[in-house]
């Protein structure tokens, strides 16, 4: 069974604290992996999408990248408007459904 | 500028009744998906659809209805056979082909509460 699991499900840092969130897979072939933004009460806004182990992808203070088995979601001197949840998702290469994960619920304080 | 509005953004429903959610796009996608998010899980599908008047059941599609009547419209009616309807719902689409094909786009959402 294809299933994407994310830690930590809450993550609490200080403004300027970096660190890095992480999503593990188990799919039948990855045919993308996919990285969202969700602020409270709305719907999710697309980050990234990762093909291949060894890609990177960079926008402003994030940088997304991908090995076999996990993706690493990484967020440089983090500023209080980063809070949000972050989803992860993986498509597997013989159908066109997405399968999420639980997410990680992140707060920046400054 | 393009997008998915979704309507109402807040519902409530009794018991026993039915409702429908409303799902419109602008984009010229083609694929259109209903999913169902509840507090620490995963977003989850209902229902999907790649085609105008054509759709699939997706993981949780017990309770709920769907119509693809025309490309830009996709709406969800949860009924009265859904035990446990209390949740947020996100519409979303995707483009068949070229850049971006992969990814989803989505609404801002619907939240229904059974009194």
């Known amino acids: 069974e294809d299933q994407v699991t994310q830690s930590p499900e809450a993550l609490r840092l200080q403004e300027g604290e970096s660190s890095s969130l992480n999503c593990s897979y188990t799919?039948?072939?990855?045919?993308?992996l996919f990285w969202y933004r969700q602020d409270p009460g709305k719907g999710p806004e697309f980050l990234f999408t990762?093909?291949?182990a060894g890609e990177e992808k960079e926008k402003e203070r994030l940088k997304a990248t991908l090995t076999k088995k996990e993706s690493f979601l990484h967020i440089t001197a983090p500023k209080p408007e980063d809070s949000a949840t972050y989803l992860c998702?993986?498509?597997?290469?013989?159908?066109?459904?997405?399968?999420f994960g639980a997410g990680t619920i992140l707060r920046v304080k400054s | 500028d393009g997008g998915i509005t979704q309507s109402p953004k807040y519902l409530f429903r009794k018991e026993g009744q039915n409702v429908t959610l409303s799902c419109e796009q602008n984009?010229?996608?083609?694929?259109m998906y209903w999913y169902r998010q509840d507090p620490g899980q995963g977003l989850r599908l209902i229902y999907y659809?790649?085609?105008?008047?054509?759709?699939q059941k997706g993981d949780i599609a017990e309770g709920y209805s769907v119509s693809r009547e025309k490309k830009e419209s996709f709406p969800l009616t949860v009924t009265s056979a859904q035990k446990n309807p209390t949740a947020f719902y996100l519409c979303?689409?995707?483009?068949?082909?070229?850049?971006?094909?992969?990814?989803?786009?989505f609404g801002a959402g619907s939240r229904l509460t059974v009194l």
């Open positions: 984009l010229n996608h083609d694929a």
């Open positions: 998702a993986v498509t597997p290469s013989y159908g066109n459904k997405l399968v």
């Open positions: 799919v039948s072939g990855l045919r993308g």
């Open positions: 979303a689409s995707r483009k068949k082909g070229g850049p971006g094909a992969n990814v989803l786009t």
């Open positions: 990762l093909y291949s």
């Open positions: 659809s790649q085609i105008v008047n054509d759709f």
